[in-house]
């Protein structure tokens, strides 16, 4: 491989998914854009290496806290959604898969909590977000999001899958990339 075209397909797609974050202005965006930011780095994962695309997501982490304008959706790509790609490929090697979700679940509720108590107890949001007609909604918004969880783990699986299918030789011709 060479390393210019190493090079270039990080800065490509670290451009691309901090795009994704810049576009959190729009509020509709705050869960679903990190989540595509961080999917965004898949390629690199393929076509270089997840301890590589640590750097990537590191960059775009950095930048993000910087210039995109969500609360939320910056902590939500730091403490997830911008590295989960990269692990992602790492649990997957797991041979059993139970202990795989077990691992992968875990991983969310952990970090899905830790970003809330951050966002809560060291930035300064409000409680109040989280209740609705009076009603702290906390669980609720945990449990759902579990399931949107288990359903972006399986995108990501497909988009993999689409990636290797119809992009994978094209990017490595572009950028160099042949192993």
């Given at each position: 491989?060479?390393?210019?075209g ?7 797609l ?24 961080g ?62 979700w ?43 999001g ?34």
């Open positions: 491989m060479k390393q210019a190493k090079v270039a397909l990080g800065g490509v670290g451009a691309l998914s901090l795009t994704f974050m810049l576009l959190t202005f729009f509020s509709v965006g705050t869960y679903a854009l990190p989540a595509i930011a999917a965004v780095l898949i390629p690199y994962v393929i076509e270089i290496s997840p301890r590589s695309a640590w750097m990537v997501y590191a960059s775009v982490a950095i930048l993000s806290l910087f210039i995109s304008p969500d609360l939320e959706a910056k902590v939500l790509f730091l403490s997830f959604f911008g590295y989960y790609p990269i692990i992602k490929a790492q649990l997957e090697r797991i041979k059993k898969r139970p202990l795989e077990v691992f992968k679940l875990a991983l969310f509720n952990v970090a899905i909590v830790l970003s809330y108590y951050l966002m809560l107890n060291v930035f300064g949001l409000s409680i109040e977000s989280f209740t609705l007609f009076g009603f702290n909604i906390v669980y609720i918004m945990l449990f759902v579990n399931l949107i969880f288990v359903l972006y783990d399986l995108a990501l699986t497909n988009l993999v899958l689409m990636y290797m299918r119809v992009l994978h030789k094209r990017v490595a011709r572009v950028f160099h990339l042949n192993k």
